[in-house]
């Protein structure tokens, strides 16, 4: 009975170890991704497909990272461009520490203010400036990447 049941053990141990999937070496110098889709033969709708690579492109040609900023100004007049210009300088002189993006998208001119990853750190701002910019609101936007700080151990060169 026992020596039955090793067999059995045995065989269907030997089974697993033979049931991975075996991947190249080496990849190709210019492949930054592996497309693993493109490997496997699945069953999908080829507008799947042509989907997945829309984002991907989407993706790749966009410049910064969705995050939040806080809104301090917005207008479409006349004048809209020279007062949203004075908005900024206005704002940089009080809040030298945070960037401010002067955006026009038609027919508004828009002055954003900060670059951050959660609504939180938004709102921290927002609630900072509030007595100030009492028309302010914090505004999903697509942000610059944040700069990575060296540490202090490390050499600058």
């Not at 269907?12 to 070496?25: H, I, K, M, W, Y």
């Not at 699945?42 to 507008?47: A, E, F, M, S, T």
């Not at 790749?60 to 007049?77: A, C, K, L, P, Y």
């Amino acid at each position: 009975m026992r020596i039955l049941f090793l067999v059995l053990v045995g065989l269907f141990s030997g089974n697993l170890l033979f049931a991975q999937d075996v991947f190249p070496e080496e990849l190709p110098a210019d492949s930054t991704r592996i497309d693993i889709l493109e490997n496997k033969e699945i069953n999908r709708d080829p507008r799947l497909d042509k989907m997945l690579k829309w984002h991907i492109e989407k993706n790749d040609n966009m410049e910064g990272m969705n995050g939040f900023r806080v809104e301090i100004f917005f207008s479409s007049q006349m004048d809209a461009k020279r007062k949203a210009l004075s908005t900024k300088t206005d704002f940089l002189t009080e809040y030298p520490e945070h960037a401010v993006h002067v955006k026009f998208v038609a027919p508004n001119f828009r002055v954003r203010v900060g670059d951050f990853r959660t609504k939180n750190e938004a709102w921290k701002l927002y609630k900072t400036i509030q007595q100030d910019y009492p028309t302010a609101f914090v505004v999903p936007d697509v942000i610059d990447f944040p700069l990575l700080k060296q540490n202090k151990y490390e050499r600058p060169d």
